[in-house]
């Protein structure tokens, strides 16, 4: 069931402090209670080591249990800071229960609504207990938002201009973030927006759309972020700074972050970073890069010069590896050291404040998971975590 979404303001000012006009967004925005309490810092850390695991929340449902490479039994948050970790990374979608949703009927995650606010605000609080960082990746649609699709969640869909769409992304974040800020969950960084290279909010499902969000049409010009025309570039941006705004609103000391992938496109690097941050003038204090061997962004030591290169260029800018595993093939790493290498050498350069692997419980096309599967349970590999030795 839909809740409609508080927010102490519109995005664009519309409202006027003696009376509360209906905003022109998609939803229907009651106002937001002065009475919010107010929540202390975001944990933070001078370097972020951080693992991506979202779908950890999934297993814990099944009861799942986690076992160090000593055959220990532990929660997933102490055992991976006894490996060095020290910042957990989650994904959240707007509606997964809503149709062409991660979690619609059919689709295999049905059985709750996973990645949701209700989860997020749960987890977030279980990260600040086991005292480790939290980076909050919002995709900003239903489904998973990627390279390949974008697409507007469905309560939004029936807006006609960016301003209306704008509105929804400042309402839609504001929420999230007074949620997070009620139970004292603060992230210390926010993604507006997940690998959004061709831009962000640019796409609509149809009757061939699967359960992985594959197969979609554009939205129309009027508001579709896509990057690929001039009015997209410009939608994108309001996007973008809708995001940030309420982000910095709820917490101006948690960092914003925009997300794309194609480091092996240096050219693809440089044409978005020069339209979001010099032409369009978008705010984020941080910039993420997903970088993997196994789709062919080559090693860590070819992203090295890639990395300096966009150091110098944008001195007010920080930096994170946002996605990693280190595979070099479908399920298939080589051991040879590239893991630990992503980390010493992103920590060794300047404003570079952060890596995430990506899922670690999870194995795929981007390579294998730090843990193997025995019956239900979780078991480190011991072999995966020699380059994450015990502390």
């Known amino acids: 069931m839909w809740d409609p979404y508080p927010s102490s303001s519109s995005f664009f000012g519309r409202r006027s402090s003696s009376s509360f006009d209906s905003p022109h967004s998609s939803a229907s925005e009651p106002p937001q209670s002065s009475a919010t309490p107010s929540a202390d810092a975001p944990i933070e850390f001078q370097f972020y080591t951080g693992a991506d695991i979202s779908t950890v929340q999934e297993y814990e449902r099944n009861k799942t249990k986690f076992y160090d490479v000593d055959g220990t039994e532990k929660d997933i948050f102490t055992l991976l800071k006894d490996h060095g970790f020290n910042a957990i990374r989650l994904k959240t979608f707007v509606d997964p229960k809503a149709q062409y949703g991660y979690a619609a009927s059919g689709c295999g995650h049905e059985a709750e609504a996973y990645a949701d606010k209700d989860h997020i605000v749960a987890y977030a609080q279980k990260i600040k207990a086991a005292g480790m960082a939290f980076l909050l990746d919002i995709h900003y649609s239903d489904n998973w938002a990627d390279p390949g699709k974008q697409i507007i969640p469905n309560r939004w869909r029936k807006v006609s201009s960016s301003d209306a769409l704008a509105d929804s992304v400042y309402a839609y974040t504001l929420d999230l973030m007074n949620a997070l800020k009620k139970v004292n969950s603060l992230p210390a960084m926010v993604q507006v927006g997940n690998e959004t290279t061709p831009g962000i909010l640019i796409h609509v499902p149809n009757s061939s ?79 993420g890069f997903s970088a993997y061997t196994a789709y062919g962004d080559g090693a860590p030591d070819n992203w090295k010069s890639l990395f300096q290169t966009v150091t110098s260029g944008y001195p007010d800018l920080e930096f994170i590896v946002s996605e990693y595993n280190g595979g070099d093939k479908d399920n298939h790493y080589n051991y040879d050291g590239s893991r630990k290498r992503t980390n010493e050498m992103v920590k060794g350069m300047d404003r570079w404040i952060g890596t995430f692997f990506w899922e670690p419980t999870l194995s795929g096309a981007w390579g294998p998971a730090l843990f193997d599967w025995k019956g239900s349970d979780l078991y480190a590999n011991s072999k995966a975590f020699e380059e994450y030795p015990a502390r």
């Not at 594959?214 to 579709?224: E, L, P, Q, R």
């Not at 896509?226 to 910095?248: Q, R």
């Not at 914003?256 to 050219?267: F, Y």
């Open 209 to 287: 759309t699967d359960c992985w969000g594959n197969g979609v049409d554009k939205a129309s010009t009027s508001i579709n972020g896509d990057m690929g025309t001039t009015s997209g570039k410009a939608n994108a941006a309001k996007y973008f700074k809708a995001g940030i705004k309420a982000v910095k609103e709820v917490s101006p000391s948690t960092k914003t972050v925009l997300h794309i992938e194609r480091i092996r496109q240096s050219n693809t690097v440089t044409w978005w970073m020069t339209e979001i941050f010099k032409n369009q003038r978008v705010p984020a204090d941080v910039m």
